[in-house]
Each structure stands twice: as structure tokens, then as C-alpha cells.
């Protein structure tokens, strides 16, 4: 599957460079110009080709298991084919964000996305859209009578406002894991199916069931176009700007690293209760409480997939996966479930990134030629 799909991957990469051929052009010029047309894709390392295959192929087969799972708790409510499912709804976010971490790191926006938002894993989720909260136990879509099919629920989400969700990770998570419940029975409850409705009643645990399937099957779909060989090629050919560029590479780095983790750290910092001054929560996975695992396994990611990859040729690489390890371990500390949440966790994780990307930014100007060329 890896060998067809890198073949694939050689053909798109070399085919707007192909030269068509004349009848009087010998079998040997023929030869040197295919050769010469397939050269781009050749010179992309292989370990940064293999890399972009495994990241994306993890992304989809587990939004596949999601959704296999998912459909195992609907058949069979209980309580191990609902931690069943919520443990691949981990996995499949876990996976889904390093992928969209490498086009961000390419500076590329996934090829779902539009005006900078991500359909996939856009949050937060205003409570009480989808499904009943605390204090309005008849809300949400489950309560309504609006047709739910997946055209529906494509032109639903964010129409009128951000926060109204539809499709992805999150909508699957406020499901999965409902707010005020209290504790994993009450969850069960909710999609187990009556036996009879009233006719004017809104059968809301079929509707909720209907709801959860649709938004996992639309999610499969969904995720895996980004397994498709044209968009495979369109990331690796952003990721080969940094080869034979380790400055370059690190300066993206230290970018995408302050973001992706500095900023949600800094958010908690100063809102530990977990609720923004608007009420929003800060947290990006706030029902499953899964933040700071989901950083920790980027970071490792990062550090046993890309560094060599990215930063090949350089002497602080060892030290860099040292430093990585040791801000995984930090964020791995961090219990979301606190309320406040420690704030002496969050400084220690801090501290750890700013050492992660003190040695980045040192490599960065130890190629001068590749960081002014990053900041073109």
C-alpha cells in the first residue's frame, strides 16, 4: 500500500514538469527527459515521504475505528462499548491534530478548510446546540424536528454563528461525553430506545442515536480525503521546502510550538477555573478532558517521526529530543479534571517549552542563510 502509494505520489509530484515528446526525439533522449521530469519528487527524502504516509494513514484508520466503535455502542449501549468508543474518539482527535499540526508547520491550510477555520475540528461548542444541558433538559437538535441527514447538518454548521457545530470531533464529543451527566449509567440511559413513543412525543433517544451516527459516518468520509494521493503530495511538497533548510525547519518549529501549546498554556494560566471572561470554556477538548495528553503525544511524535527528519545535520537534535521528552512528561502531569487546575503544573510545562524552543531558535541562527529565507 506504501510502495502505490509513494508511486502515486512520484507521478503527481513529476507530472506538471512532464515534456511531451516528439516522434523524432530517440528512445534515450525520451529516457533523460522522463528522468529529468521525475527528479523533483526524487530528491524529496524518503524518511519525509514515509513520514507524511504514516501521519496521514494513522488519521484515517482511526477515524475509521471511530466510527466502527460508534456504531458498536449504538447497536449495544453499555458500558464498555461506550468507553469503547470514547477511547477511539481519543485516539482518532489525538492522531487527526498531528496531522493538521504538519500542514500548519508547512504553512499550508488543510485542504477542508475555509476562511481559517477547520470543519473537522472546529470548537468551541456552544452547550445546549446538539443535545439537552443543565437547566434546559428539552434543547438541542435531539429535541427538534429538523430533518437530520448529512446535507442538513452540512449547511447547519457555523451558518449562523461559530459556535454552532454540526460535523467533527467536537459535536461526537459533546455526545459522547454529555455535559451535567453524572456519571457513565446516565449516559448509557440516554441511548437506550424506548420501547413505544407517543405520537406527538419527540423520540429524542433515536433522534440522538440517528444524530451520532450521522456526524461519525460524515467525519470517516471526511478525514480520509486527506489519505487521497493528490493531498498527500500537496503536504509533502510543503514539508520539502525545510529539506537541506534545518533553520528554516527550526524556526517553523519554535512557530508552530509556541501556538500550538505555548498559547492553550498561557489561556489556562490565566483562566485555571477552565471558562474564558465570556464563559467559553478554554479547554479545546473540555468534556473529554484530553488537552495536555493529546500535546504530550504530538511532542513525542514530533520528536520520534520529524526532528531527524527536519533538522538533519545539526548537533542539538539529541538535546532537542531530550528537552521534548521532558516537556511531554510535563504536559502529561497536567489534570485537566482540577478545577482550578494547578497552576505549578502549568508553570513547569512553561518552563519546559521555553527550553524546547531556546535550542530550536539557537538552531535557526546557526543557518543564517535558511532563516532569512523563512522570513521572506
Known sequence: ??????????????????????????????????????????RIPQPLQDGVEQTTTAACKAADTLNNAITGFLDAPSDDNLETARQAWREAH??????????ALAGQSMPQQHNDRDPIDAHPLLPGYLDQVPG????????????????YLRKEHQSTDFYYLTLGF???????????????????????????????TVNAPERRHDLLRLIANVLDRDVKTLCNAQNTAYLVTG????????????????????????????????????????????GHSPEAATDFRELAALVRHLSAKWTDVLLDGTD???????????????????????????????EAAQQALAQVRETLARISLKAPVASEEAGE
Not at 489525538?94 to 500542514?103: E, I, N
Not at 437538535?141 to 437530520?148: A, F, G, I, M
Not at 456519571?183 to 424506548?194: A, N
Not at 529530543?321 to 521532558?326: D, H, I, T, V, W
Open 1 to 42: 500500500m506504501a510502495r502505490m502509494a509513494n508511486r502515486g505520489l512520484i507521478v503527481l509530484l513529476g507530472a506538471g514538469m512532464l515534456i511531451a515528446g516528439c516522434s523524432d526525439k530517440t528512445p534515450a533522449d525520451k529516457d533523460a527527459e522522463q528522468n529529468e521530469a521525475a527528479a523533483p519528487a526524487a
Open 94 to 103: 489525538s492522531d487527526y491534530r498531528q496531522l493538521a499540526f504538519l500542514y
Open 136 to 151: 434546559y433538559p428539552h434543547s438541542g437538535l435531539t429535541y427538534s424536528e429538523v430533518p437530520l441527514t448529512p446535507d
Open 170 to 200: 467536537h459535536p461526537l464529543e459533546s455526545l459522547l461525553w454529555p455535559a451535567g451527566t453524572d456519571g457513565i449509567d446516565e449516559t448509557i440511559q440516554r441511548y437506550r430506545l424506548p420501547k413505544t413513543t407517543p405520537e406527538e
Open 239 to 282: 514539508l520539502a521546502a525545510f529539506d537541506n533548510h534545518p533553520g528554516r525547519a527550526a524556526a517553523a518549529l519554535d512557530k508552530r510550538l509556541g501556538a500550538t501549546i505555548g498559547q492553550p498554556l498561557t489561556a489556562w494560566s490565566q483562566s485555571p477555573d477552565g471558562e474564558d471572561h465570556n464563559g467559553m470554556p478554554v
Open 316 to 346: 542539538a537534535v539529541s538535546t532537542l529530543n531530550q528537552q521534548m521528552q521532558a516537556l511531554a512528561t510535563q504536559l502529561e502531569a497536567i489534570d485537566m479534571t482540577q478545577v482550578p487546575i494547578h497552576t505549578d503544573a502549568l
